[in-house]
């Protein structure tokens, strides 16, 4: 009978018994794979739980900033040192973090030029009489950002265009003042564009407001829609003012380069001068630590 029993314990009729588990325990523990740690240099899975747990990032990631984006920057350090164990986990982590403060730095940087162009949009027109730009009272922001943001093509494109509207502006004028029949319309027609719907819109007639009072004080005359009224609009706002436009653009690079010069506030740039030094010491440091630690581990494992 025992041996019976032993038969009909290793028989198909078993197979749902207690050794049905045992082998199919067996063999799972023969077939499963290595953990995925294993297989991405000690991080896998978990690359990013430092950043989900907020052990370092909600330090670092300040509530305005792209906390996705730092998470990229983590996991390109990871692809690139794969680095296994809690204090390569930290290395990297602190690595990510002085490349995150130095782009934060880089900002702090232009928002100190952005406060100092500002600025000299303030100053006295000592920045046109160094462009030998002939203005009155002080540069207009508008003029400054352009000579500092304008590309060279965007310059010479700007000339053209406004060598162009000074052009027709003489040229109607010189009709105007030939007086001869149907003046007015020639001279319209021959303005660019832009000057012309100027024009029109300055004589359009405003609605009335029966709820808008009246100023006693206001003694500007509007120009009278005819030959006599355009030629006054073209000698007396026109063209000066395309001369005075004329003047800035031809001397961009002496104003860009009189306004970088103005808006470099030193004592600004000093202290995040000395934090990038610092950034860039811990940096090394940090990098030099982990380089070491990953060699001593494969030497460690080679031998």
Do not use: C
């Not at 950043?51 to 984006?69: C, I, M, N, Y």
């Not at 390569?88 to 030029?113: M, N, P, T």
């Amino acid at each position: 009978m025992e041996e019976d029993s032993v038969e009909l314990g290793t028989g198909p009729a078993a197979e749902t018994g207690h050794l049905k588990l045992k082998n199919t325990t067996q063999t799972a523990i023969e077939t499963t794979p290595p953990p995925p740690r294993e297989a991405h240099g000690g991080y896998g899975g978990s690359r990013f739980n430092a950043v989900r747990h907020g052990v370092l990032s909600v330090h670092t990631v300040l509530p305005w900033e792209d906390e996705a984006e730092y998470a990229a920057l983590l996991g390109a350090l990871v692809e690139e040192y794969a680095p296994r164990g809690p204090t390569e986990d930290h290395l990297i982590e602190e690595i990510a973090g002085v490349i995150w403060r130095k782009r934060r730095l880089r900002l702090a940087e232009a928002a100190s030029y952005r406060r100092g162009i500002e600025r000299a949009a303030e100053l006295p027109s000592g920045i046109l009489d160094t462009a030998l730009v002939q203005v009155e009272g002080t540069l207009p922001l508008g003029p400054i950002l352009d000579a500092v943001t304008a590309t060279p093509s965007a310059t010479a494109k700007d000339l053209v265009e406004l060598k162009r509207r000074e052009a027709s502006a003489r040229s109607a004028l010189e009709i105007l003042r030939a007086g001869e029949a149907g003046a007015y319309e020639a001279a319209l027609a021959g303005l660019d564009e832009r000057t012309r719907k100027s024009w029109e819109e300055l004589i359009a007639p405003e609605p009335e407001d029966p709820d808008e009072e009246q100023d006693p004080d206001s003694d500007v005359e509007p120009y009278t829609t005819d030959a006599t009224g355009l030629a006054e609009y073209l000698q007396n706002s026109v063209l000066p003012g395309s001369a005075k436009q004329l003047g800035y653009v031809e001397n961009r690079s002496v104003i860009r380069a009189q306004v970088l010069g103005e808006a470099l506030e030193f004592e600004r740039l000093e202290p995040l001068g000395r934090y990038e030094v610092h950034l860039d010491r811990k940096f090394e440091r940090m990098l030099t630590m982990l380089l070491r630690l990953q060699g001593l581990r494969r030497s460690n494992q080679s031998g």
